[in-house]
């Protein structure tokens, strides 16, 4: 995901350079589970302090379900709009002076925000944020209705069936905790009353 924008840079302010993107970003982020690539529309606009990176991307990803554990597969659509700085001057090689940047300084503190000193736009590191940014903080399986998981509910329903009454003759008085033992007494008597 990286551009050479030398000549861009050359051209009026406002000249335009569009990508259609369909980009491996499996090594992007090792805590990303992606299944498919970076695909979208990528639009390089020439500013009068930089190159301006916008355009709708998105990908697939593997997540667990918030409600169900389960492993589950989401789409992530985020829209990309960024704003990149040169570190040189295009014709001479000159490297730029912060005071001699448009903006805030703030701006020149970000790295990922930078064209390198060979003109490279490299939009990795924001398309990995955006990515982050873009994804549920609780993703979830295709819900059947509000609050009902569809794994979830089966899972739940298997336990169910696999309740059964604690078998009482295993444990021997001698086995049983002291401060239990007057519940355990108080639960016997209650069972005896029903």
Same mark, same amino acid.
């Given at each position: 995901m990286q551009f050479n924008v030398a000549q861009l840079q050359q051209e009026p302010i406002g000249s335009i350079r569009e990508y259609d993107l369909v980009e491996d970003i499996s090594r992007l982020d090792p805590e990303l589970n992606v299944l498919g690539p970076l695909v979208g529309r990528l639009q390089l606009l020439r500013t009068n302090s930089g190159i301006l990176a916008s355009g709708e991307l998105s990908t697939a990803l593997r997540v667990t379900c918030n409600r169900c554990l389960e492993p589950i597969a989401i789409e992530v659509r985020f829209t990309l709009e960024e704003s990149f700085r040169p570190l040189t001057e295009v014709n001479s090689g000159r490297f730029i002076r912060p005071e001699e940047f448009e903006g805030s300084t703030t701006e020149l503190e970000d790295a990922a925000l930078m064209i390198d000193d060979h003109h490279i736009l490299d939009i990795s590191e924001v398309v990995r944020q955006n990515?982050?940014? !873009?994804? =549920?903080? !609780? +993703?979830?399986?295709?819900?059947?209705?509000?609050?009902?998981?569809?794994?979830?509910?089966?899972?739940? !329903?298997?336990?169910?069936?696999?309740?059964?009454? +604690?078998?009482?003759?295993? !444990?021997? =008085?001698?086995?049983?905790?002291?401060?239990?033992?007057?519940?355990?007494?108080?639960?016997?008597?209650?069972?005896?009353?029903?």
């Open positions: 990515i982050w940014l !873009a994804m =549920s903080i !609780a +993703p979830g399986c295709n819900w059947e209705g509000e609050g009902q998981c569809p794994n979830l509910t089966r899972y739940l !329903a298997e336990l169910e069936g696999l309740e059964r009454e +604690p078998d009482k003759t295993d !444990a021997s =008085s001698e086995d049983i905790d002291p401060r239990w033992a007057a519940l355990l007494d108080m639960q016997e008597r209650l069972d005896a009353i029903e």
